[in-house]
């Protein structure tokens, strides 16, 4: 089992990190790891987390579950160019890739604009630019999808942050970054080969805690979550980021 975890100092180069990501499919750094790489200031981190309460319900639940505030948005990163929030439209999947909620348009609230504008996301999405670069040998086009999630747990309700199992998503770089843990348990990681050998099994457990992966050649799914106090609320934040080369 590997566990294609670096706990590096913020020296380390975008092309060492990405040589193990080709090299294992997977990345993990942890969150006071990935702060000091970007020098992102605590308090940055801490605005930029005041965001998550403002998720919206996600109705679209096959399972019927209410557990799920999301927002959606994408960007288009060209080489050369500043990113571009796209305009708002609507998510869809196909079926053979999303069973649960797979093959509907769903319509989402948009990202806030001083969310999608804010430092510290610009920074982590340019290092993760960089990363799937250095990864691919060379600059590409990338259509970036953000998918700021909350899940919700509670006592007659567990939380599901992958309700849908192991799984892919149809991309080619997927990213897992946790903001925060309320009052849970659970919530525990696990990556495997595509022949469902686990590579990886670890609960990411504090801010920027990050997690990357090669959508292709691995499938992952994240342990469902319960209440500690169940007489207060609890979440999961996390920040799923998709990366898609588009076709020159």
């Known amino acids: 089992m590997t566990t294609a975890a670096i706990e590096t100092r913020p020296a380390v180069s975008a092309a060492l990190l990405a040589r193990r990501l ?3 499919h997977l990345l993990f750094l ?3 790891t ?4 970007l020098a992102l200031r605590p308090d940055a981190v801490e605005d930029f987390a005041a965001y998550w309460p403002g998720l919206t319900l996600d109705r679209y639940m096959g399972d019927g579950g209410r557990y799920r505030l999301r927002r959606y948005g994408e960007f288009d990163a060209q080489p050369g160019a500043a990113r571009r929030l796209l305009p708002h439209a609507p998510y869809e999947q196909p079926a053979y890739i999303n069973s649960l909620n797979g093959g509907i ?15 510290v996301l610009d920074r982590v999405l340019d290092w993760l630019t960089k990363l799937v670069d250095h990864c691919e040998g060379h600059a590409q086009r990338w259509n970036i999808r953000l998918h700021p999630y909350r899940i919700l747990a509670r006592q007659d309700e567990p939380g599901r942050p992958t309700p849908e199992g192991l799984h892919r998503d149809g991309v080619d770089y997927i990213v897992s970054l946790l903001m925060t843990r309320h009052n849970v348990v659970g919530g525990a990681t696990t990556v495997t080969d595509n022949a469902g050998r686990v590579l990886w099994h670890r609960t990411l457990q ?4 990050i997690m990357v992966g090669s959508d292709a050649r691995t499938l992952h799914a994240v342990s469902p979550l319960a209440p500690i ?6 979440w999961r934040d996390v920040l799923v980021i998709a990366f898609s080369k588009v076709p020159a």
């Not at 769903?106 to 604009?113: A, M, N, Q, S």
């Not at 504090?206 to 805690?209: A, H, V």
């Not at 106090?229 to 609890?234: G, K, N, R, T, V």
């Open 30 to 32: 942890p969150g006071d």
């Open 206 to 209: 504090r801010p920027l805690d």
């Open 34 to 37: 990935l702060g000091a790489m």
């Open 229 to 234: 106090d169940s007489s207060l609320p609890a």
């Open 22 to 24: 080709r090299d294992e």
């Open 105 to 119: 348009a769903r319509i989402f609230d948009p990202l806030e604009p001083g969310f999608a504008a804010h430092p």
